[in-house]
């Protein structure tokens, strides 16, 4: 199946209002009742998938709140997270959950569903609590403020918002434990999120928009635009320190000698995502590399050319060989093949892999 088939099955059964749920007549379960659910299919097609993601959007799965549409973007920007075995712990998930939640609560003022959604009362007794500004965004608070809300949306919201999704999708996707906090993704599922992740993202996000103008009405904003960057990119400084401290002080791409300024001052380094930020949604060191200003520019939003990939799989070896104590979590859950499947699904979702430095 292609793209434009998942695309067009999709858009014709929500279009149309005639669901074409593959899932018929599998047991329903009630998953936000489960303190931990294992995986009851694990052979699934593509068109079964669609199926349980019709579900989960449409109006067989009940959404009085945002919590289920939240929860499927922070699901698609964490799939390069996962550790071992596809397991992605709830400390990953429910932080880009918390972010995505807060941005739309307190940046934009936007309501999450009818008569005191449990997810905007939480950001919102935490905001007076702690006399946050009005809209701060979630990448101002501080380190310690993160932990603590990225907790309390993570104990107010875990048993309905994992639990209901496992049960919508009959328990296909993904095993959890709420005990033990994480998710395992089921492997066939893991790769036709990854094969067509800009497309599940661009549904996501449509469905987002349409569950906030219902309960938005007076919002004089853009609701898409602010759905599609409603999460944007972390301050890189501390992956920049780590970079110039083990990398050769040289652009990654063009090999130009590159220079720290005192203070930035007559600084010729830029921090550059490999894969592209707006396919990945990840700031992981394993995905950066410095860059001289001028190739970061030209490359924007582009794919390098296979031959850069063994070189930064090279790259990589080198910075667990010598990080030692210095290594952050994402360089932990590195493994080569997440670099190259990630490159290659990038290639597929429509991210041409011919950018080189002008020569």
């Known amino acids: 199946m292609s793209l434009a088939d998942l695309l ?4 014709f059964c929500f279009m149309s209002h005639q669901i074409k749920d593959y899932s018929q007549g599998c047991e329903k379960v009630e998953g936000w009742k489960l303190k931990k659910g294992k995986i009851k299919k694990f052979n699934v097609s593509d ?10 959007f449409s109006t067989e799965s009940k959404k009085t709140q945002s919590y289920k549409l939240i929860m499927m973007r922070a699901i698609l920007d964490n799939l390069y997270n996962v550790a071992d075995e596809l397991v992605l712990t709830f400390q990953d998930l429910f932080s880009s959950f918390t972010e995505l939640s807060w941005n739309l609560i307190v940046v934009h003022g936007l309501k999450q569903g009818g008569q005191n959604p449990v997810l905007q009362t939480v950001v919102n007794e935490f905001k007076k609590e702690h006399n946050v500004p009005d809209n701060l965004k979630y990448e101002s608070l501080s380190d310690k403020q993160k932990e603590t809300i990225n907790s309390q949306v993570k104990t107010a919201c875990k048993q309905y918002v994992v639990g209901a999704i496992y049960g919508d999708t009959e328990g296909t996707i993904y095993d959890f434990d709420r005990k033990d906090e994480y998710i395992k993704f089921n492997p066939i599922v893991y790769v036709f999120m990854q094969r067509f992740q800009n497309t599940l993202h661009r549904i996501a996000n449509y469905e987002m928009v349409k569950f906030l103008e219902k309960y938005n009405k007076s919002f004089s904003g853009n609701f898409i635009e602010v759905v599609e960057n409603v999460t944007k990119r972390a301050n890189l400084y501390k992956e920049r320190v780590l970079l110039i401290n083990h990398d050769p002080l040289e652009c990654f791409y063009c090999n130009k000698a590159l220079s720290n300024g005192k203070d930035g001052e007559n600084d010729s380094i830029e921090l550059d995502h490999f894969i592209p930020w707006s396919f990945v949604y990840s700031d992981s060191l394993w995905n950066l590399v410095l860059s001289c200003k001028s190739c970061n520019n030209n490359k924007k939003a582009s794919l390098p050319s296979r031959k850069y990939l063994d070189k930064i799989i090279s790259f990589n070896d080198s910075r667990i060989k010598v ?8 360089m932990l859950r590195y493994r080569e093949h997440k670099i190259k499947d990630l490159y290659n699904y990038a290639q597929l979702n429509g991210f041409m892999n011919h950018w080189e430095p002008a020569k």
């Open 8 to 11: 067009m099955n999709y858009n």
């Open 47 to 56: 068109n079964e998938i669609i199926g349980f993601c019709n579900r989960i």
């Open 323 to 330: 990080m030692g104590r210095d290594k952050p979590p994402s």
